[in-house]
């Protein structure tokens, strides 16, 4: 396999990957809220139903929090396979090189961090959210009990 291809997957590949999973995650953290300021409780008959409609999609986002650091590392180490090779085959050591081809391949860790953080971020205020909505319908079929 050519090695600048290697180098453009990492590039492209990793980082493209990355942007697409943060904008679903954005994506969908925008449709959780809009679905959550608009959710009518009292049309809910049971719980389960309520947990379902409300945790609906957020495994998307906890999946994005979870794997993006590693994908970014995935691009980091290709990276660094590019930095090695290119090394070896030139053998000339220029430390210039060899520090500037290194950090270039830690923005695919940068970038894998960039996406997880706010994707983790999302993730706890939607669960937040959703645990808060569940008790006001606990306390909606509670109040409709002793009525």
Request: proline fraction near 1%; charge should be negative.
């Given at each position: 396999m050519d090695i600048e291809l290697i180098n453009k997957i990492t590039d492209y590949g990793i980082i493209g990957f990355l942007g697409f999973l943060?904008?679903?995650?954005?994506?969908?953290?925008?449709?959780?809220?809009?679905?959550?300021?608009?959710?009518?409780?009292?049309?809910?008959?049971?719980?389960?139903?309520?947990?379902?409609?409300?945790?609906?999609?957020?495994?998307?986002?906890?999946?994005?929090?979870?794997?993006?650091?590693?994908?970014?590392?995935?691009?980091?180490?290709?990276?660094?396979?590019?930095?090695?090779?290119?090394?070896?085959?030139?053998g000339n050591i220029d430390v210039k090189n060899i520090m500037t081809s290194l950090a270039l391949a830690l923005k695919a860790t940068a970038m894998g961090l960039i996406v997880a953080i706010p994707a983790i971020v999302f993730n706890n205020h939607l669960v937040r959210k959703s645990e808060v909505l569940i008790a006001k319908w606990e306390v909606l079929q509670k109040a409709k009990s002793e009525a």
């Open positions: 943060s904008f679903l995650t954005l994506m969908f953290y925008i449709e959780r809220i809009w679905f959550y300021k608009t959710i009518k409780l009292e049309e809910y008959k049971n719980k389960e139903e309520l947990e379902i409609d409300l945790t609906n999609n957020i495994g998307i986002i906890t999946t994005t929090a979870s794997n993006a650091p590693y994908i970014g590392l995935l691009g980091t180490v290709f990276g660094i396979i590019v930095t090695f090779y290119i090394m070896g085959q030139s």
